[in-house]
Structure formats: structure tokens, C-alpha cells
């Protein structure tokens, strides 16, 4: 039986969006489209009772939608040539589309059925009409955005459609931004700011009053972020975090919403949503729900994601996942979520009466495969900490054999590895490599103090991977000291290219949407926020300059011998395709091995959610990398 291949993408589904009411569970799925593999084949499938999902419609783009409690379902389709929306309405019941209603000069997408049978719809709003093609005047911060591209004088907002009028009415006023919402009992909660020039760091509360058509602000920005709000028993609840004791991504407390202000009820040292990275996760969900008066949610507990429900006054343990969580509902009182395990990409489930059940069965084509099971390694970490890391096996390993063996490093730096199908690391394991991977300081799912890395890049860290690294060959005897590589994304790429620039034990690199110089990163589109915070200091502070260039990896480049490949996406505002070249350009005229490769039109998620051939010769090149230099 053969392991998992880098074509085995194109086979691939990927579940989330996952919505339900009384009867039907609506969820998307994508896959590579056949015939043409730069694009994904999106479906909507629907499901009812516990019968296996069924094939509802499907398109060649991502389609939002929104399931009402009746059997209809809207979703949007946008033709961007022609500026055009198009809902459509189709009914459940017998699967034929009975309505589709056109909303010229705009790009939306349905969310959201509200109580008087409108329709809830999110899209951009530029603040200057009629832009040139040819150029583009650059006068606000934040200027573009990785996904997005250009975002200059453009605003994320909110709009209702009456599709018995055929009316589209916007909620919001010109210069504000939406980040976020969440309707629940026919009220409209949303965070955003409207400003000009530059864009604040942290958003506002408001509610959007339906009787007047009146925007409220219930807490002003500057303060906090916002990461879920909720209404229990009519007394309003949200999590947020000030961000005063650990930075920017700092884990949010449980506030109620009283007399104009907010009012801790809980403190919590957990994150919300999953954190435990994967590279099969195209659709996405959702992290948070209300259901009978209950707020649901779930966090990233060090390598796994357990379900929680907050009354209003305690927090409650709902069911532990041994792997990661993408979306949940519930369906009356059945509580149905899609998710990954370390062995299989999501797939439908159902939790009740403490029992799970799996409703769906993608990707079967996994049955004829040998997918390598997670090897679990206890160890201690470079400051004695007791921690744990996994190692993934050769497929067709035989003992006694000595492998080259690769080690990843995860994004973030709050992010973590755990039990989740990694479609890359099997295919390494299939190439004939141990794969290892541990989550070092600054990972997420161990509380705060662990995960805070600012000011600290390089630093503990590095250390650990260190650590890491000799407990698996101290371990695992097969592993070929002499034919290390490393490779990791992101964060994952700083850590690559520190590596490089601080040992040379290993002998091939690969470094992707990596940060070179934490000066350039101040580009990023989130850059004036992201760098500041994680240096932990400013540019224009008097040691700020020194400060950034201790802790960037290009400072160390005549320190590096070790062939690099680095690979990068042209339209990454994250981690601006710049910061590649520096290091690409630095180790070549120092004449080490070394090789860009430049993903044209994809972004800083290329490797989880870009276009399918483009992934597929991401996984070529990082194979064929490690195959010249540790397979000699």
C-alpha cells in the first residue's frame, strides 16, 4: 500500500461553513476542480437525520449562504467582470431553485436570514468612485491586505436585501470598517471603527438598532478586541482582551455588558477557536454559537480542541476532541460539528447524549492509502519544562535503517501542532523521511505567559528547537544525524532562516513566506500592529532600530552554509514576497546553494488554501529540495 502523495491534493475534500435548523444541516465542501486544477469545485451539501450529505449545488466559486428555518436556502454567486451579484433561493424540499434575485454594481455575499425574512449580506464599499485601472493613490494605513489586495480607501460593510422589494439598504456609515458580527435574537451586534487615514488597532463595539436604523456604540475603540460576542437570557456577554499583559493576541476574559461599560465576570487563559494547524482546511467555520441560552465555544488545548458553554457565570467542559474543530451547530438539541483528526481531513459528525457519530465520509481514496500514524516524544524543553513532540514514520520503514528526517516549524508563533492530518507531512513520510515536530515557546494552547514571545524571537525559541531536535536523535536511532533538514512557514519561515544563520547542522532548508528583516516587515498589512507589539518595542524608540535587527534573521547570513530553497507568493501582504528576496538575494551572492521560487497571484495561505496546482508544485519543489541534498 502506497503512502500519500503529493497528487492525492486533486483527491482532497475539504468540509466547514457548517449550518443547520430544525431539520437540514447545510454545509460547503471543496475540492480541486478535475478539469481544470487552478480552480476548487465548491458544493453545498445538505443533510437530514443521519443520512450521509448529499450533493445540493455546485459552482466554481466559494458561495456564502444562509439557512433559514423554513426549508429555503439563499446563497449569493458574484461575476466580477460584470460587478453583479445574484441570490438565489432554492428549496430544500424538492432541491430546485425557485427564485434568483440580481444586485447590480456590487459584490456580496449572504450570511444571514434575519427575523423578517431579509437577507443579511457582507462586501466592500469604496469610498472613491470610478478608480483607474492604471494606477492607484495611496493614502490611508492600512494600503493593501493579504487576502485582498489593494485596500485603500475601501471599507468592509453591511447590507440588507429585501428580495420581495428587490432592496438593498447599507447599515453602516461611509468611512466604517466591519470586522466582525453576530446576530442572535433578531439584534445586530458588530465591532469596526470609522476613520480616515489610518486604521486603529483595535475595533469598537456597536449594536445596529432594525426599528431606527441607528448605529450604537456600546464600547468605544482603543480598548480591547473583541472576539465573540453573546445574549443570554437578554443580558449581554462578551470575550475580549485588553491586551495589557501580553500583546495583541493575548487570551480574552468572559465581560457582561452593564450600565455602558463592561464588567468582568470571568478571567480565562485560553484562546478561542483551533489553533492546531493543518494544510486541509480550505473552508473554514466557525468558533462560537448560542444555543438555549448557552454560549458555546471551543480552544485549542495544547495539541487538541475541546467544546465549552459559558451561563453567564461558570464555565463548563462540553466533550474533548482528540484533533482540531472547524464548525459547529446545533440541530434542535443535536449537536453537529465538522472536524480533522490526526488520521483523516473533517468530516461530519454528531455529538448527543455523549456519543459521537460520524454522518460523512469523504475522501475515501485514504482507505487505499497508508496513512502514517502521529509517534508520540515526551521531552524537556531548553528551559526544563516537561513537553512533548510528535515524529511521523517512512512509510515502509524498517528498523535498523538510518532516514533523513525533516523538521517543521509552525506559523504563527501563536499556532500549534497536535493530532491533525498534515496532507504535507504525509507527504514527506512517503518520500522517505521521518517528519518531527514539536510546539516550542511562543506556541498557543498552554496559556499566555508560554505563548508570549515578544522581544523574545530567536531567542527561547530557538532553544527549544534545539532541545527538540537532540531528544529525537537521542530517541530515535534510525534518524540520520548527517541528513537533517528543516522547513516551515511564516513564523515557521523566520525560524527556518534563523536556524540557518545560527547552526549548521542542518543541510537543507526550506523557507517559506518567511520574515527576513523585522525593519521591511513594517509593510506588512498588518505590520505597524504585528512588529511593534512582537519586538516589543518601536522603530522611533532610540534603541528600536538596533532592537529589530538583533532579532532579524538576516543580521546572521554570513553565518549560513546550508542550501536554502525559499519559496513565496507575489501577492503575500503578510509577509511581503520582499522579505524572501533579501534572503534569497544575501545567500546568493554568498554563493550557497540557494533558489526562489515565486508563486504568481497567490497570497500568504497558498499553502492551505490556494490555487491547487500551485500547491501541488509547492510540495514538488520542497520534496525535490530535500531530495538533492539529503538523499545524496
Same mark, same amino acid.
Given at each position: 500500500m502506497?503512502?500519500v502523495?503529493?497528487?492525492d491534493l486533486l483527491?482532497l475534500?475539504?468540509? /466547514?461553513?457548517?449550518?443547520?435548523?430544525?431539520?437540514?444541516?447545510?454545509?460547503?465542501?471543496?475540492?480541486?476542480?478535475a478539469?481544470?486544477?487552478?480552480?476548487y469545485?465548491w458544493n453545498?451539501?445538505y443533510?437530514?437525520?443521519?443520512?450521509?450529505?448529499r450533493?445540493?449545488?455546485?459552482?466554481?466559486?466559494?458561495?456564502?449562504?444562509a439557512l433559514g428555518?423554513? *426549508?429555503l436556502?439563499?446563497?449569493s454567486?458574484?461575476?466580477k467582470?460584470?460587478?453583479?451579484?445574484?441570490?438565489?433561493e432554492?428549496?430544500?424540499?424538492?432541491?430546485?431553485?425557485?427564485?434568483?434575485w440580481r444586485i447590480?454594481?456590487?459584490?456580496?455575499?449572504v450570511?444571514?436570514q434575519?427575523?423578517?425574512?431579509?437577507?443579511?449580506?457582507?462586501?466592500?464599499?469604496?469610498?472613491v468612485?470610478?478608480?483607474?485601472?492604471?494606477?492607484h493613490?495611496?493614502?490611508?494605513?492600512p494600503?493593501?491586505?493579504?487576502?485582498?489586495g489593494m485596500?485603500?480607501e475601501?471599507?468592509?460593510h453591511?447590507?440588507?436585501?429585501?428580495?420581495?422589494?428587490?432592496e438593498l439598504?447599507?447599515?453602516?456609515?461611509?468611512?466604517f470598517?466591519?470586522?466582525?458580527?453576530w446576530?442572535?435574537d433578531?439584534?445586530?451586534?458588530?465591532?469596526g471603527?470609522?476613520?480616515?487615514d489610518?486604521?486603529?488597532f483595535?475595533?469598537?463595539?456597536?449594536?445596529?438598532r432594525?426599528?431606527?436604523?441607528?448605529?450604537?456604540?456600546?464600547? %468605544?475603540?482603543?480598548?480591547?478586541?473583541?472576539?465573540?460576542?453573546a445574549?443570554?437570557?437578554?443580558?449581554?456577554f462578551?470575550?475580549?482582551s485588553d491586551?495589557n499583559n501580553?500583546?495583541m493576541?493575548?487570551n480574552?476574559?468572559f465581560?457582561r455588558y452593564?450600565?455602558k461599560q463592561?464588567?468582568?465576570?470571568?478571567?480565562? *487563559?485560553?484562546n478561542?477557536?483551533?489553533?492546531?494547524?493543518? *494544510?486541509?482546511?480550505?473552508?473554514?467555520?466557525? %468558533?462560537?454559537?448560542?444555543?438555549?441560552d448557552q454560549f458555546?465555544?471551543?480552544s485549542?488545548?495544547?495539541?487538541h480542541?475541546?467544546?465549552?458553554?459559558f451561563?453567564?457565570t461558570d464555565?463548563t467542559k462540553?466533550?474533548?476532541?482528540?484533533g482540531?474543530l472547524?464548525?459547529?451547530?446545533f440541530?434542535?438539541?443535536?449537536?453537529?460539528?465538522?472536524?480533522?483528526?490526526s488520521?483523516q481531513?473533517?468530516?461530519l459528525y454528531?455529538?448527543n *447524549?455523549?456519543?459521537f457519530?460520524?454522518?460523512?465520509?469523504?475522501?475515501?481514496f485514504?482507505e487505499?492509502?497508508e496513512?502514517?500514524?502521529?509517534?508520540e516524544?515526551?521531552?524537556?524543553?531548553s528551559?526544563?519544562?516537561p513537553?512533548?513532540?510528535?515524529l511521523?514514520?517512512?512509510?515502509g520503514y524498517?528498523?535498523?535503517?538510518?532516514y533523513?528526517?525533516?523538521?517543521?516549524?509552525? /506559523?504563527?508563533p501563536?499556532?500549534?501542532?497536535?493530532?491533525?492530518?498534515?496532507?504535507?507531512?504525509?507527504?514527506?513520510?512517503?518520500?522517505?523521511y521521518f517528519?518531527f515536530?514539536?510546539?516550542?515557546?511562543g506556541?498557543e494552547?498552554?496559556?499566555?505567559?508560554y %505563548?508570549?514571545l515578544r522581544g523574545k524571537?530567536?531567542?527561547?525559541?530557538?532553544?527549544?528547537l534545539m532541545?527538540?531536535?537532540?531528544?529525537?536523535?537521542?530517541?530515535?536511532?534510525?534518524?540520520d544525524?548527517e541528513?537533517?533538514g528543516?522547513?516551515?512557514?511564516?513564523?515557521?519561515?523566520?525560524?527556518?532562516?534563523?536556524?540557518? /544563520?545560527?547552526?549548521?547542522h542542518f543541510?537543507?532548508?526550506?523557507?517559506?513566506?518567511?520574515?527576513?528583516n523585522?525593519?521591511?516587515?513594517m509593510i506588512?498589512?498588518?505590520?505597524?500592529?504585528?512588529v511593534?507589539d512582537?519586538?516589543?518595542?518601536?522603530l522611533?524608540a532610540?534603541?528600536?532600530m538596533?532592537?529589530?535587527?538583533?532579532?532579524?534573521?538576516?543580521?546572521?547570513?554570513q553565518?549560513v552554509?546550508t542550501?536554502?530553497l525559499?519559496?513565496?507568493?507575489?501577492?503575500?501582504?503578510?509577509?511581503?514576497?520582499?522579505e524572501?528576496?533579501?534572503?534569497?538575494q544575501?545567500?546568493?551572492?554568498q554563493n550557497?546553494?540557494t533558489?526562489m521560487?515565486?508563486f504568481?497571484?497567490?497570497?500568504?495561505?497558498l499553502?492551505?488554501?490556494?490555487?491547487?496546482?500551485?500547491?501541488?508544485?509547492?510540495?514538488k519543489?520542497?520534496?525535490?529540495w530535500?531530495n538533492q541534498?539529503?538523499?545524496?
Amino acid at each position: 500500500m502506497t503512502g500519500v502523495t503529493t497528487h492525492d491534493l486533486l483527491n482532497l475534500s475539504n468540509t /466547514g461553513a457548517l449550518q443547520a435548523n430544525e431539520q437540514y444541516a447545510v454545509m460547503l465542501t471543496a475540492q480541486p476542480e478535475a478539469s481544470d486544477h487552478r480552480l476548487y469545485q465548491w458544493n453545498l451539501q445538505y443533510q437530514t437525520g443521519h443520512q450521509s450529505p448529499r450533493t445540493l449545488i455546485t459552482v466554481n466559486q466559494r458561495p456564502g449562504f444562509a439557512l433559514g428555518k423554513n *426549508d429555503l436556502l439563499y446563497y449569493s454567486t458574484v461575476d466580477k467582470q460584470k460587478n453583479l451579484t445574484t441570490v438565489h433561493e432554492v428549496n430544500l424540499k424538492n432541491c430546485y431553485e425557485t427564485n434568483a434575485w440580481r444586485i447590480t454594481d456590487h459584490q456580496l455575499v449572504v450570511n444571514q436570514q434575519l427575523a423578517n425574512g431579509e437577507l443579511l449580506l457582507t462586501g466592500k464599499h469604496k469610498l472613491v468612485k470610478g478608480l483607474q485601472e492604471g494606477w492607484h493613490d495611496v493614502s490611508e494605513v492600512p494600503y493593501w491586505s493579504n487576502d485582498e489586495g489593494m485596500v485603500n480607501e475601501t471599507r468592509h460593510h453591511l447590507w440588507t436585501f429585501n428580495y420581495h422589494e428587490s432592496e438593498l439598504f447599507d447599515l453602516v456609515p461611509e468611512t466604517f470598517d466591519v470586522s466582525d458580527f453576530w446576530y442572535q435574537d433578531d439584534r445586530l451586534f458588530l465591532t469596526g471603527v470609522a476613520y480616515r487615514d489610518q486604521r486603529p488597532f483595535q475595533d469598537g463595539l456597536y449594536e445596529y438598532r432594525f426599528s431606527d436604523h441607528q448605529l450604537t456604540k456600546l464600547v %468605544a475603540p482603543h480598548q480591547y478586541r473583541f472576539d465573540a460576542v453573546a445574549l443570554l437570557n437578554n443580558q449581554l456577554f462578551t470575550l475580549a482582551s485588553d491586551g495589557n499583559n501580553y500583546g495583541m493576541r493575548q487570551n480574552p476574559n468572559f465581560y457582561r455588558y452593564h450600565d455602558k461599560q463592561l464588567d468582568l465576570i470571568k478571567a480565562s *487563559d485560553v484562546n478561542i477557536g483551533n489553533i492546531v494547524v493543518n *494544510d486541509v482546511n480550505v473552508v473554514g467555520g466557525n %468558533a462560537t454559537t448560542v444555543h438555549n441560552d448557552q454560549f458555546y465555544f471551543y480552544s485549542t488545548i495544547q495539541d487538541h480542541n475541546e467544546l465549552y458553554r459559558f451561563d453567564g457565570t461558570d464555565v463548563t467542559k462540553v466533550f474533548t476532541w482528540k484533533g482540531a474543530l472547524n464548525s459547529f451547530t446545533f440541530r434542535q438539541n443535536e449537536l453537529l460539528f465538522t472536524a480533522v483528526t490526526s488520521q483523516q481531513p473533517q468530516q461530519l459528525y454528531c455529538f448527543n *447524549d455523549k456519543t459521537f457519530t460520524q454522518l460523512s465520509h469523504f475522501n475515501r481514496f485514504l482507505e487505499d492509502r497508508e496513512v502514517v500514524p502521529l509517534h508520540e516524544l515526551a521531552y524537556q524543553d531548553s528551559t526544563g519544562r516537561p513537553a512533548k513532540g510528535w515524529l511521523l514514520y517512512p512509510v515502509g520503514y524498517q528498523s535498523g535503517q538510518k532516514y533523513p528526517a525533516v523538521l517543521e516549524v509552525h /506559523g504563527g508563533p501563536r499556532a500549534a501542532y497536535g493530532l491533525s492530518f498534515f496532507h504535507e507531512m504525509q507527504v514527506l513520510a512517503n518520500a522517505g523521511y521521518f517528519v518531527f515536530f514539536t510546539n516550542i515557546h511562543g506556541s498557543e494552547g498552554q496559556g499566555d505567559e508560554y %505563548a508570549d514571545l515578544r522581544g523574545k524571537y530567536g531567542q527561547v525559541d530557538y532553544n527549544d528547537l534545539m532541545s527538540f531536535t537532540d531528544a529525537v536523535l537521542q530517541n530515535t536511532p534510525d534518524v540520520d544525524e548527517e541528513r537533517l533538514g528543516i522547513t516551515g512557514g511564516s513564523y515557521g519561515g523566520f525560524m527556518t532562516n534563523w536556524v540557518v /544563520g545560527h547552526t549548521n547542522h542542518f543541510k537543507a532548508a526550506v523557507s517559506e513566506r518567511s520574515i527576513a528583516n523585522w525593519s521591511s516587515m513594517m509593510i506588512s498589512d498588518i505590520g505597524p500592529e504585528f512588529v511593534t507589539d512582537q519586538m516589543d518595542d518601536t522603530l522611533t524608540a532610540d534603541q528600536g532600530m538596533d532592537h529589530y535587527w538583533f532579532h532579524s534573521p538576516l543580521r546572521y547570513v554570513q553565518n549560513v552554509k546550508t542550501p536554502t530553497l525559499f519559496l513565496h507568493s507575489d501577492h503575500d501582504y503578510r509577509c511581503p514576497i520582499p522579505e524572501g528576496y533579501q534572503m534569497f538575494q544575501a545567500l546568493k551572492l554568498q554563493n550557497v546553494p540557494t533558489r526562489m521560487v515565486v508563486f504568481h497571484g497567490s497570497n500568504h495561505d497558498l499553502s492551505r488554501t490556494g490555487r491547487p496546482d500551485q500547491r501541488m508544485h509547492r510540495l514538488k519543489e520542497v520534496v525535490s529540495w530535500f531530495n538533492q541534498y539529503l538523499k545524496k
